[in-house]
């Protein structure tokens, strides 16, 4: 049973730093891309970043290019995503999913990824 535990939400202030974590119990983790998403109140489900399986290869959504980077520990199973110069809009639950491609490919499309975890509040203010 694949289970994800995101950890290191709060609430911070516009342009400070946050890095979320994501523990991962799932078998042969290195074998699949992981992918981050957020979910303001009100709106959907978005794509925010994904890496593949190797790490090789990272996306992003335009709005965080340049300010989020993701990364992983394969030796930990874990995936993180380094939020820097946060900005009011970037206020959302943040999920970590697990890409059920070959994780070689990064998806953007919720429907791509099959299994999730149940998020994790950050919140900042002006």
């Known amino acids: 049973q694949v289970q994800l535990v995101e950890s290191g939400g709060g609430l911070v202030q516009t342009g400070d730093s946050l890095r979320l974590s994501c523990a991962a119990s799932?078998?042969?983790?290195?074998?699949?891309?992981m992918g981050w998403f957020r979910q303001a109140p009100g709106k959907e489900r978005e794509f925010v970043a994904a890496i593949t399986r190797d790490a090789a290869r990272t996306l992003y959504a335009d709005s965080v290019k340049g300010r989020f980077t993701v990364s992983r520990d394969n030796a930990k199973d874990t995936v993180f995503l380094q939020m820097n110069s946060v900005n009011v809009d970037d206020t959302a639950v943040y999920y970590c999913a697990v890409d059920g491609g070959d994780g070689n490919f990064l998806h953007t499309r919720r429907d791509d990824y099959t299994d999730w975890g149940q998020g994790t509040q950050v919140t900042v203010s002006s």
């Open positions: 799932v078998r042969a983790f290195a074998a699949f891309a």
